[in-house]
């Protein structure tokens, strides 16, 4: 079983920059792909960026260019760089993983953009 716990949310001022990682428990980290998901509140929860095993990434229209995805396979790390931030990225920011068909999520870390 994969556990996926994410960090780096806080407070930021627009045109600011923040770094959330998602580190992974388990020995099949390599092996998975995985995504960043927003939830803002009253809103669905939508796909930020994902990246596949091998390194790809995939980012939504509203992110391009803003945010870069990565991940560290020795760490057992995906990291989301997110770059002039807007308020409109105001969100909780989940990890997401899928096994064999079974979705598995973090807690999520809350991301608010604010002067």
């Known amino acids: 079983q994969v556990q996926l716990v994410e960090s780096g949310g806080g407070l930021v001022q627009p045109g600011g920059s923040l770094r959330l990682s998602c580190a992974a428990s388990g020995s099949i980290f390599s092996a998975l792909a995985m995504g960043w998901y927003r939830q803002a509140p009253g809103k669905q929860r939508e796909l930020v960026a994902g990246i596949t095993r091998e390194g790809s990434p995939t980012y939504a229209d509203s992110v391009k260019d803003r945010f870069t995805i990565s991940r560290d396979n020795a760490e057992k790390t995906v990291y989301l760089q997110m770059n002039s931030l807007k308020p409109e990225d105001t969100a909780v920011y989940y990890c997401?993983?899928?096994?064999?068909?079974?979705?598995?999520w973090g807690k999520g870390t809350q991301v608010t953009v604010s002067a």
């Open positions: 997401h993983t899928n096994i064999r068909g079974l979705n598995t």
